[in-house]
């Protein structure tokens, strides 16, 4: 790991973080594709970013506890143990750059129709997305956390198109991550491919950038109003939907 790629990935880490910080979830959603497309491995992006989502949400849940839907959580909580224990059994047997190209393409044509759908006044703020549904994209983040880190598109077009508040959205969001994400990372060491020395190192380096990132990212949340936040988490999946394709295409 050379000096260099440790600042860039840094660079990388904070700036993913303060937008994550904003929209609650869009972390490992620019940090996938940008770190992968600099050269680090796929097994310690996927490490590193399960790690530092999960310790920024911790911060995020203790202000936003009190805006936590439980039955919602609770059903993408449930729904992604099946789609981490399927993960763990096929990481090994599909290849990396087609989880990535799927996983891609599912968050750019589930986010393309919902930024074209006009949007249901009448839903707004609604907390009945059905149980099947939350626990569907629960279990099509799980499966895609363990094996690309990228576990945020499913339950965020679920979320955005039930049009959840802001706070509602970042709180719910961060009970699914910090889960999800312990879980995954727990899979992933008794499967024994991650070296411990070096992901020490690189989450040494890039976990106060990542932790200040989230910081400031959250003192700003409360200031966007919900129409131009809903444009901006499904443009953003639009994005890097579509970067995530491309740096699995070209290698």
Known sequence: MTPLLLVAGGVVVLGASLLGGVTGFGFSLVCTPVLL?????????????????????????????????????????????PGLLIGYLVRDVVGGDALKVTAGAVAVVVAGYLLLRPADPARAGSARAPRLAAGTAGLLGG??????????????????????????????????????????????????????????????CWLPGGLLGNALGNSWAARVPQGPFRLLTLGLVVLTGLATVVTALVG
């Open 143 to 204: 499966f895609l956390g363990i094996t690309t880190s990228l576990n945020g598109p499913p339950p965020v077009v679920l979320l955005a198109r039930q049009q959840v508040a802001p706070r509602q959205f970042v709180a719910d969001l961060a009970v699914y991550f910090i889960v999800c994400n312990g879980l995954a990372l727990a899979l992933i060491g008794l499967a024994g491919d991650v070296e411990i020395g070096r992901v020490g190192v690189l989450l040494a």
């Open 37 to 81: 497309l600099i050269g680090m491995e796929l097994t310690d992006v996927v490490v590193v970013n399960l790690a530092i989502g999960l310790l920024t949400r911790l911060a995020t849940i203790a202000r936003l506890h009190r805006s936590v839907h439980r039955r919602r959580a609770a059903d993408l909580v449930a729904g992604s143990l």
